[in-house]
């Protein structure tokens, strides 16, 4: 075999175990909601239960965390990505926040797993999940939010945002505080909800 086919051989190899040992750079991320206070004794009387829907937008479907850019572009990051997707990661933070801020209201997903009829069908449809670095370094989360009676009739619709301030520094340093100021946007978010919830629970029940 001549020199040049050996040497081509050798760099293709190097190349290869090259490629082959690179190290993962991938960071996850989880949302995260403060830590839960003692659990209050609830009253069985008093529970109500209510269906709950949770869709998100398309591109919200991915992992990767996202930065809208000032030409109202969205760039996803390669390397810092959620452990769950955004739909599921705020699924648990309400579900988190509906326990310690209603304890009394019972979440549960549809289709139901129980034969019990849901007083409501909270649906929820997260609309956006990502840093802005334009006019201001913030953190977006927003979401359609539609309760209905349990025969379907529309009781309430609204259309909910919150932000909080992203202390944006070097791009790869940011994404640790970005994933902090999401998961306190999707916080608010949520107790903003489970306040809708409780106001029509308190419009059906006549109080």
Excluded at 161 to 174: E, G, H, L, V
Excluded at 180 to 200: H, N
Aim: net charge neutral; hydrophobic share 40%; glycine share 4%.
């Amino acid at each position: 075999m001549k020199p040049q086919v050996y040497f081509a051989l050798a760099l293709t190899v190097a190349l290869l175990s090259g490629c082959l040992s690179r190290p993962d750079r991938t960071r996850y991320y989880i949302m995260s909601a403060p830590a839960p206070a003692p659990a209050a004794a609830v009253d069985s009387d008093q529970v109500f239960l209510v269906g709950l829907r949770i869709t998100s937008a398309e591109y919200l479907r991915t992992r990767q965390m996202l930065v809208e850019l000032g030409d109202s572009q969205l760039r996803p990051s390669v390397e810092n990505v959620w452990e769950e997707t955004p739909q599921a990661g705020f699924a648990r933070v309400l579900a988190e926040r509906f326990a310690q801020k209603l304890p009394n209201c019972q979440l549960t997903p549809l289709p139901l797993a129980v034969t019990n009829k849901p007083e409501m069908i909270l649906e929820i449809e997260l609309r956006s999940l990502q840093g802005r670095l334009q006019p201001q370094s913030e953190a977006e989360v927003s979401a359609e939010v539609r309760i209905l009676y349990s025969s379907g009739r529309l009781l309430e619709r609204d259309q909910l945002r919150q932000t909080s301030r992203w202390s944006f520094t070097i791009p790869p340093d940011s994404y640790p505080a970005l994933a902090a100021a999401e998961s306190r946007a999707a916080v608010t978010l949520a107790d903003a909800i489970g306040e809708k919830v409780l106001a029509c629970h308190r419009k059906i029940s006549g109080r």
